[in-house]
């Protein structure tokens, strides 16, 4: 891992996130954790549209960026594959239930309120979804206040419906 000095806008080419200071990605908005220790194994990050799509890119391409193993091979091909049958999950991923040939390898995170990534290795593809959770009500759940009544959500079934229409658009009748 590279850190830049204060003011430093130089771009790696080996890295999905350039330059970047210890605690951030390049357009990382925050990592707030503000209780001394979570009694949930999770840390929530705010991460731009375009960060999240990296970290799924990198999934895709088997943990490489720019021809840089960043992940090991092994350990993208062990989480994005089913250990958990009975609902269709890896480590830290679904695995879409989807059987046309363009799905194959297809891998899910989904985060709150229909936050998602989604790797269609097969298209060499990632869509993300973003949802818009204001900082008030995301640090007031990290902190276990009251957040006040939380966003609306997209469920996972209406957002791999909206995958389906874009790999079909993608493909055009010619994957």
Not at 165 to 171: E, K, T, W
């Amino acid at each position: 891992m590279r850190y830049c000095r204060t003011g430093e806008r130089r771009w790696l080419r080996s890295s999905p996130w350039p330059c970047r200071r210890p605690e951030t990605v390049s357009d990382l908005v925050a990592w707030i954790q503000s209780v001394p220790k979570s009694r949930f194994l999770a840390y929530h990050m705010f991460l731009s549209t375009r960060d999240t799509a990296r970290l799924g890119l990198v999934m895709v391409r088997r943990g490489e960026w720019a021809g840089t193993s960043v992940v090991p091979a092994t350990w993208v091909s062990r989480s994005t594959t089913v250990s958990v049958p009975s609902v269709g999950y890896g480590y830290l991923w679904w695995i879409p239930d989807r059987k046309s040939p363009e799905w194959a390898g297809a891998f899910l995170a989904s985060g709150n309120f229909g936050q998602y990534i989604l790797g269609l290795p097969a298209l060499d593809m990632v869509v993300v979804h973003k949802r818009a959770v204001t900082d008030e009500f995301a640090l007031a759940r990290n902190n276990f206040a009251d957040a006040g009544p939380p966003p609306s959500s997209v469920s996972r079934e209406r957002f791999l419906e909206l995958a389906d229409l874009i790999v079909a658009a993608r493909c055009a009748g010619s994957c």
